[in-house]
Each structure stands twice: as structure tokens, then as C-alpha cells.
């Protein structure tokens, strides 16, 4: 009868195992340590390093949707008819396109309709409205550039369409959408007392990697993590964008975070294949695969 012998792991192995699987599969951290691969992965597992971080994704998430008090006026409002160029046709157009911008869907409904009666075709009508502004305004090009998509009333429409989802989603989850989030605030507080320096004003990646990495209990433990506190940053910049489009961006110190998090990307190694093609999905979406950035982290999906 043979009898085997438990494995002691010390907790220098353990906080190795624990860093080298940031950057290894279980395998491979399996056989940098000598330990076997069931320690290896029972070590992994009960640690809770590699699930899902609650206390992470609960700060980095919007807040509930609320019941809106806002109320739409029962028949919204179109705006005046002006003469803007002395063009009949060219100007018609310009009226539709403000009433397009009401994101209104039931005057939006209308402006589409009535886009239909106009006989001369549209791009011929943004010719002529090119024509107009680079008259008015001799030698500027940038003029004359303005009337591009002058035509083009449907993605004008889908535009104004879900700007106005946002901005009434705004409304929904925030008292004021333009104030500092709570993440934010940590990020402020994470950050404070660093200098920016560089000429745009950035903070340096490696000092507030170490800023970040102080706090824990807020960092991301999986690739899930990331692109969940990645996919916050972005609804909430579209959501104040809807709002106020001077005043999208947040602080300096979130966008610090938001590149930490991305740069996560290149070190975390994805738990399975399924989380690996959701990176994949990310990168390609945002169009972020091309660079130094998004080629690290190609690497490091295929190992």
C-alpha cells in the first residue's frame, strides 16, 4: 500500500503563482514553479483573484435608470422657416435638417416625408449649397467643407434620433449627468497630489499604474472587468455628449484611468477562448486593433 504526501505550498508560491497567471496559462505557471498543475489551478481558484471583481463593477456601472419627470410637450414645436441662401430648394432643405435636429420622432417622421416631395435630386442641391457658402465666404475652404452630408437627411436622422435616446437616458440615471461620477472622484483622489507634464497635459502611464494598483479592492481581475469599466467610460461620454457636447469629456484623471485599464489588456491572460474573442470583438468594434497598443495586446490573446 503507497500512501502520498500533501504538498505544502508557501506563501511565497503562492503570491508567485498568483503574479506569473496574470501574464501565464495554468500550465505554464505549472511548470515555472514546479508545482503540480491540480496545486496549481486549486491555488488560482480558491485565491478569487481570477473572478469577476463585485466591488470593481459596481462603481464602474451607471446608475438605474429612473422613472423620467421629464414630459414632452404634447405637440412639439417646429422650428421657423428662414431664408438662408435665397434658394428656395437649398433652403427647404435647411428647414428640414432643423427640424431633423429636434430629434422629435414624430417631426422627424414628418421632415422624411415631406424630403420626399422635393423634385430635384438632393445632391444636387448640396452642390448648390456648396456653391452658395464658398461665394459667401471667398478663400475659406473650411466654409465650403460644412456642406458635406448636406444630403444625406437619413443618417441625419438616425443621428439626432438616438442623440435624443441619450440624452433622455441621461436624464433617466442622473440628477446631473455633467457632475463627477463617483468613479471619477476616486480616480481625483487615486491621482492626487501627480504632476501632468508632457504636451498634452498627460499623467505618466507608470505612475498612475502604480496610483491604481494601491487600490486593490477597485482593480480589475479578469478581462470581463476590463472591458466592463471600458464600456462605462464610453456610454458615459455619449450620454453627456447628448447633453452638452463641450462638455463630454471627463477629467483628466479618468482618461488616465481609462488608458490604464485598456493597457490591462496586454498583461491579463483571458480565462478562456470565449473571453478572449470578446477583447477581440473590442478591439475591432473601437477600432483599436492597429497600434503598438492594440498589437500588445493581440500578443498576448495568442500567446
Request: charged share 30%.
Amino acid at each position: 500500500m503507497t500512501t502520498t504526501t500533501k504538498q505544502r505550498v508557501s506563501e511565497q508560491q503562492r503570491r508567485q503563482v498568483l503574479e506569473l497567471r496574470r501574464r501565464l496559462s495554468l500550465r505554464e505557471v505549472a511548470t515555472a514553479t514546479g508545482l503540480p498543475l491540480g496545486t496549481v489551478k486549486t491555488l488560482v481558484s480558491r485565491s478569487g483573484a481570477f473572478r469577476d471583481n463585485e466591488q470593481h463593477r459596481a462603481l464602474f456601472s451607471l446608475p438605474p435608470i429612473r422613472e423620467s419627470a421629464e414630459t414632452l410637450p404634447a405637440v412639439p414645436e417646429l422650428p421657423p422657416q428662414e431664408v438662408v441662401t435665397g434658394d428656395k430648394e437649398v433652403d427647404a432643405v435647411l428647414w428640414l435638417r432643423s427640424v431633423i435636429g429636434t430629434g422629435q420622432a414624430a417631426l422627424i417622421e414628418r421632415a422624411m416625408e415631406a424630403a420626399k416631395k422635393i423634385e430635384t435630386p438632393l445632391a444636387v442641391l448640396e452642390r448648390r449649397y456648396r456653391d452658395h457658402l464658398a461665394a459667401a465666404h471667398p478663400g475659406n475652404l473650411f466654409a465650403a467643407l460644412s456642406s458635406f452630408g448636406f444630403a444625406d437627411l437619413e443618417g441625419l436622422a438616425a443621428g439626432a434620433i438616438e442623440r435624443e435616446r441619450r440624452r433622455v437616458e441621461a436624464v433617466a440615471r442622473f440628477d446631473n449627468v455633467l457632475a463627477d461620477t463617483e468613479a471619477e472622484a476616486f480616480c481625483i483622489q487615486a491621482l492626487r497630489g501627480l504632476k501632468r507634464g508632457g504636451m498634452l497635459g498627460d499623467y505618466d502611464k507608470d505612475k498612475a499604474a502604480q496610483r491604481f494598483q494601491a487600490h486593490p479592492e477597485l482593480l480589475p481581475h479578469t478581462m470581463g472587468d476590463c472591458l466592463h469599466e471600458l464600456d462605462y467610460w464610453r456610454q458615459l461620454y455619449w450620454l453627456r455628449n447628448a447633453v452638452d457636447r463641450d462638455c463630454s469629456e471627463g477629467p483628466p484623471q479618468a482618461y488616465a484611468r481609462e488608458r490604464f485599464v485598456f493597457g490591462l489588456l496586454a498583461e491579463m491572460r483571458p480565462r478562456n477562448r470565449d473571453e478572449a474573442k470578446a477583447v477581440l470583438r473590442y478591439l475591432i468594434e473601437h477600432q483599436q486593433i492597429d497600434g503598438a497598443d492594440g498589437d500588445a495586446i493581440l500578443e498576448n490573446l495568442i500567446g
